[in-house]
């Protein structure tokens, strides 16, 4: 269940911000139909994000600049799902926090990541070595470290996930924390953010693991 509510990310921004939990404006276009540009352009403003809600690394996401840009970039998205999030730009350092558990889930130290392309796309995760660099622990206050480990958590539990998951999050200029989603199966190799994470927050990959297996065969015996 956790899983496919974090995919689907209007469904995910839907519940969250029914428990008060902060997420970007956004807009929802389905079954190959658009909201006006002028519209978008009005509640969002320009630059804006479009993407599949059914997607991940960054595929099928654009950043829209004006209205030519918007129609094009619609077709696309629509090439991997029947529905489409459009959401405001962010301003601020993308800022991500591991989470592991069940019921009484614990956040790791945030990590930031530093994008060096125009926004962390598809090219800038995987085809460019150098599109992207990590930076552990995140260069956060510690009142505003502590926000994001508590908004981390509160997600995770919001969207029923259990074992492990990687929230990631926009930290703005003024302090204000914005999620930008959840995702439950994130990456899990010695490079990847979350054992990074959690190995620099004093567990190592091979504690790591042994609770997550514990983590699973408590929740096989409990149903």
Not at 17 to 41: D, H, I, T
Not at 58 to 67: A, D, E, L, P
Request: charged share 25%.
């Amino acid at each position: 269940l956790g899983s496919s509510l974090g995919m689907d990310k209007e469904v995910a921004k839907r519940l969250l911000s029914a428990e008060g939990v902060p997420v970007a404006k956004y807009l929802v276009c389905r079954n190959k139909e658009g909201v006006s540009f002028q519209k978008v352009k009005a509640i969002l403003g320009v630059p804006f994000f479009l993407k599949p809600a059914n997607a991940g690394s960054s595929v099928g996401v654009h950043k829209v600049r004006n209205q030519k840009e918007y129609q094009t970039y619609l077709l696309d998205a629509y090439r991997y799902d029947t529905k489409v999030i459009l959401e405001e730009m962010m301003k601020g350092q993308e800022v991500e926090c591991s989470v592991l558990g069940g019921d009484k889930p614990m956040a790791s130290i945030p990590g930031e990541v530093v994008v060096h392309h125009d926004f962390y796309s598809y090219e800038a995760k995987y085809l460019d070595e150098k599109g992207a660099s990590l930076n552990i622990p995140a260069r956060l206050s510690s009142s505003l470290t502590k926000k994001v480990q508590t908004l981390a958590m509160k997600v995770f539990q919001t969207l029923e996930c259990e074992g492990f998951g990687r929230v990631d999050f926009f930290v703005k200029k003024n302090g204000q924390v914005v999620v930008n989603e959840i995702n439950t199966l994130p990456g899990f190799t010695a490079i990847s953010m979350y054992p990074k994470l959690w190995e620099a927050s004093g567990i190592s990959a091979e504690e790591l693991t042994d609770r997550l297996i514990n983590l699973a065969l408590k929740r096989y015996n409990e149903r």
